[in-house]
């Protein structure tokens, strides 16, 4: 079965510049979570859907950070405009609740993430 | 901010050997969970277990959990050099639908 996938794996670009990362969760999984990971700050969780609907974005930092998950099949992570702190490595994970919300006591699959550096 | 703080950050040891790595968390949780990552891959679920649970097993893994300290920990019996990876621990805070990941330990098995 394929994982989680997503695109690009590596991402270069200027300062200034739109960023879209995307994500492909597990199908059947009704859970995607968004995180960032830096050596600095570890893994951070970015944003949390449940059924295709946004729960939890406290940890977006700022409002040039957007997500959105249009369908089942596929969410995306925007950057607008991009700065060289944004520089890290975001992962897409998905899992299955059994009770239709969102549950932390599932296994989380991630994906092999997107290297973003912000020049 | 990080809810685990895994101890050692580092460690080093030979094929064959046991590795065993330390979580303390602050707050009650509900369950905590152990991965694994390897270089420059997305993390791998190893093993869960739920706040009333004490020990867990799942082939070469044990792990066991102390909710009165507030920590957890992991033993890796008989080392192998694919086991080189960093793990981390994560848990939920009771009341909240997220996980908070620790900083990690970095395992270096030699062969």
């Known amino acids: 079965d394929a994982g989680v996938i997503q695109s690009p794996r590596h991402e270069v670009t200027e300062m200034g510049q739109e960023v879209t990362l995307r994500c492909k969760p597990i199908?059947?999984?009704?859970?995607l979570f968004w995180y960032r990971q830096t050596m600095m700050r570890g893994l951070e969780l970015l944003i949390y859907f449940n059924n295709n609907v946004p729960i939890d974005d406290s940890g977006m930092p700022e409002d040039r950070f957007s997500a959105k998950m249009p369908n089942a099949s596929f969410s995306t992570l925007k950057i607008q405009p991009s700065e060289p702190r944004d520089s890290a490595v975001y992962f897409c994970?998905?899992?299955?609740?059994?009770?239709?919300?969102?549950?932390?006591?599932?296994?989380?699959?991630f994906g092999d993430g997107t290297r973003l550096s912000i020049l | 901010s990080q809810q685990g703080e895994e101890d050692p950050q580092a460690l080093s040891i030979q094929e064959g050997e046991n590795a065993t790595m330390n979580c303390s968390y602050k707050?009650?949780?509900?369950?905590l969970q152990w991965y694994r990552q390897n270089s420059g891959r997305g993390l791998v679920h190893l093993i869960l277990?739920?706040?009333?649970?004490r020990e867990k097993h799942s082939g070469r893994l044990r792990v066991t959990l102390d909710t009165s300290k507030k920590s957890s920990s992991l033993l890796i019996t008989a080392s192998r050099a694919a086991d080189t990876a960093s793990y981390f621990c994560a848990t939920d805070r009771t009341g909240f639908q997220k996980l908070v990941f620790g900083t990690g330990t970095r395992l270096l098995v030699s062969p």
């Open positions: 277990i739920r706040s009333n649970e």
């Open positions: 994970a998905s899992s299955f609740s059994w009770t239709g919300g969102p549950s932390s006591n599932q296994p989380q699959h």
């Open positions: 199908s059947g999984h009704n859970s």
């Open positions: 707050t009650s949780i509900n369950n």
